[in-house]
């Protein structure tokens, strides 16, 4: 049985907002956080190779010992998770766990609505894969789920240059085409663990009434209530307080924008991947 860090997993820095939420609501655990920024963004890749690169990092951090791992990530949620849960985890290491960020999100959303019309802002890789129209239908079968692609905002967060003109421009192109689609939606979440970034410019856009809501806090109650629930899992986390950060790309560009999501600096370290 591994005992280690609690791994939080997201293409690039998006995970870091989850991140930070889940420190404040659970302070005294290890997390080592791996972006896998040589290969974002993921969310208009393949099946294929979210599911490819995914598996490549879950496995780095069962060598690094950490026996529970989040993908802190929608599009790796979306597209991967279920295969590793189901295919890989028996093979791989069968008392370990993965778990996602969806279902956590869609067993509480339905709360936020009193029109029962949400809003979901994701990747083209989450919206494509339906994922949460079919959790969302599962828990609150009376809410309708109005998707929108938002192609051009990680890419624009990546680079940070989403504070642009030309980002204001494709913020508002989503914001209109979702709201178009039906304008009673009265919640909106933002399904993608970057978009936090853009919460404040996104909140001036819409008409009053409608909630935004992003996922970090969502996602660390729902990690608060599981090690609950599996006190199992919970005697192999070791509670030392520690975050480690890791990256699949340069460590010093990491360090300089991390904090942007974090919320306070960090320094990380470059590992190599395995296939
Ligand atoms: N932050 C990720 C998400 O929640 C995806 C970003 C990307 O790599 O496209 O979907």
């Known amino acids: 049985m591994q005992h280690g860090a609690i791994g939080i997993f997201d293409s690039g820095y998006g995970g870091l907002t989850v ?14 956080y791996l972006g896998d920024n040589a290969r974002a963004p993921y969310g208009t890749r393949s099946y294929e190779s979210v599911y490819r690169y995914t598996l490549e990092c879950v496995k780095w951090f069962f060598e690094q010992g950490c026996p529970l791992v989040i993908l802190a990530c929608n599009t790796a949620s979306a597209k991967a998770l279920r295969t590793i849960q189901q295919k890989d985890l028996p093979l791989l290491q069968a008392s370990n766990r993965v778990l996602g960020v969806i279902r956590p999100t869609a067993e509480v959303i ?23 129209v079919l959790e969302i239908e599962h828990f609150y079968p009376e809410v309708q789920v109005v998707q929108q692609a938002c192609p051009m905002w ?77 006190p199992d899992m919970d005697q192999r986390l070791l509670k030392e307080g520690k975050q480690l950060f890791f990256t699949t790309d340069s460590a010093e560009e990491f360090n300089l924008h991390a904090g942007l999501f974090y ?9 190599e991947l395995l296939p």
């Open 110 to 132: 339905g709360q936020y609505t009193h029109s029962k019309k949400i809003g979901i802002l994701a990747t083209s890789g989450t919206v494509q894969s339906g994922s949460y």
């Open 263 to 271: 919320g306070k600096d960090v320094q990380s370290q470059h590992i």
């Open 19 to 32: 991140l930070k939420e889940i420190v404040a609501q659970l302070p005294e655990y290890d997390y080592m």
């Open 154 to 230: 990680v890419p624009l967060i990546e680079n940070n240059r989403h504070e642009t003109a030309g980002a204001d421009y494709f913020i508002k192109e989503c914001i209109d085409d979702l709201l178009q689609q039906d304008p009673e939606i009265d919640a909106i979440l933002l399904a993608c663990t970057h978009y936090p970034l853009l919460a404040k410019k996104i909140e001036q856009l819409l008409p009053k009434g409608i909630r935004l809501l992003s996922q970090g806090a969502i996602v660390a109650s729902s990690l608060k209530d599981y090690l609950k629930r599996h």
